[in-house]
């Protein structure tokens, strides 16, 4: 089994700050963590390796700094870790982002084997999109098991993996024939520590570092900036609404005395509506 993670390093959630001009996420003074989502999928990962053997590659796009993620996922047991970092990659939306993993998932495969299954997060805690799993599966061709709570099987002879879906109200059990792309939740794992052996080894691991040309990207205009469509136009927090809910005191009314304040509440508060169901009306 060759399995590959993708990780992304993220700014710790509560200290996230938005450039006031440019709308892009500012990382720097931030401390970073790895994608919590990221982390149940190694977890997985990794539980599928010991039991079916083989390896885990783990995979980030991002600044040279990103290495302290991938050392991380190191230290996790993880077996390699591969860094894809180029000036070029620089501003990358979601299409940009999906796109260049592609590629580099690719070139690993040349490299270090075919992959059977590709994990990500379900979504990240900055970006949120839950676009990156989806867009690298349809670039591969791979089939794509999203929202995905639990391993529940592999059958190597037969190709056949299957897992647990979760869904609004209810879990859906799905089987699929390898190789996939797997899009993690919180797992119901906990997520190891990593052996002291483990710890040792990732000191010592050299990171694999692509630029694009490395990772065997030929058309350089479809990633960073050049390569996203995507065009941040505003951030900001919703005013508090100033009043959440109505209550109408029922107690010894007639419905129909009910229905008439409940409507004259709602024309009180949306004057507009009335006077477009009143013209409605005459019309
Ligand atoms: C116009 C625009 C400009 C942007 N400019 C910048 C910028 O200059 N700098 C910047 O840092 N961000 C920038 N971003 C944010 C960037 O789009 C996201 O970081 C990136 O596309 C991933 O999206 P997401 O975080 O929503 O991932 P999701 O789709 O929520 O992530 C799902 C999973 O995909 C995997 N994944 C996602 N990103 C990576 C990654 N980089 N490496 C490995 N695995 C990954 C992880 O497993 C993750 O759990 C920009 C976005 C836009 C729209």
């Given at each position: 089994m060759h399995i590959v993670v993708c990780i992304k390093q993220v700014p710790d959630s509560a200290q996230i700050r938005v450039h006031p001009v440019t709308n892009t996420i500012m990382r720097q003074g931030v401390p970073t963590i790895i994608n919590p989502y990221d982390l149940f999928a190694l977890e997985e990962a990794l539980k599928v390796r010991d039991h079916h053997g083989g390896e885990v590659t783990v995979l980030t796009m991002g600044p040279p700094m990103a290495e302290e993620a991938l050392r991380k996922a190191l230290t996790y047991g993880a077996d390699r870790a591969v860094l894809l970092t180029?000036?070029?990659?620089?501003?990358?939306d979601t299409l940009a982002t999906s796109f260049a993993l592609s590629q580099a998932i690719a070139q690993i495969g040349n490299s270090f084997g075919t992959p059977d299954i590709v994990f990500t997060g379900k979504?990240?805690?900055?970006?949120?999109?839950?676009q990156v799993g989806p867009g690298i599966a349809k670039r591969l061709n791979l089939v794509q098991l999203t929202?995905?709570?639990?391993?529940?099987?592999?059958d190597l002879s037969a190709r056949a993996i299957t897992v647990e879906r979760r869904s609004e109200g209810g879990t859906h059990v799905l089987k699929s024939k390898l190789p996939c792309l797997i899009t993690m939740l919180e797992g119901t794992t906990v997520i190891r520590r990593g052996s002291l052996d483990d710890a040792l080894r990732a000191a010592r691991s050299e990171i694999v570092k692509w630029s694009a040309v490395e990772a065997?990207?030929?058309?350089?205009?479809?990633?960073g900036l050049r390569g996203?469509?995507?065009?941040?136009k505003r951030v900001f927090a919703p005013t508090p609404r100033e009043q959440k809910a109505v209550q109408i005191?029922?107690?010894?009314?007639r419905v129909r005395d009910i229905a008439d304040e409940l409507v004259a509440s709602i024309f009180t508060h949306q004057p507009a509506l009335q006077h477009e169901l009143s013209s409605a009306g005459s019309a």
């Open positions: 180029d000036r070029h990659f620089a501003g990358s979504q990240t805690i900055d970006g949120d999109t839950a929202y995905v709570a639990k391993i529940t099987s592999i065997g990207i030929e058309d350089i205009t479809k990633c996203s469509p995507t065009v941040v005191d029922t107690t010894e009314k």
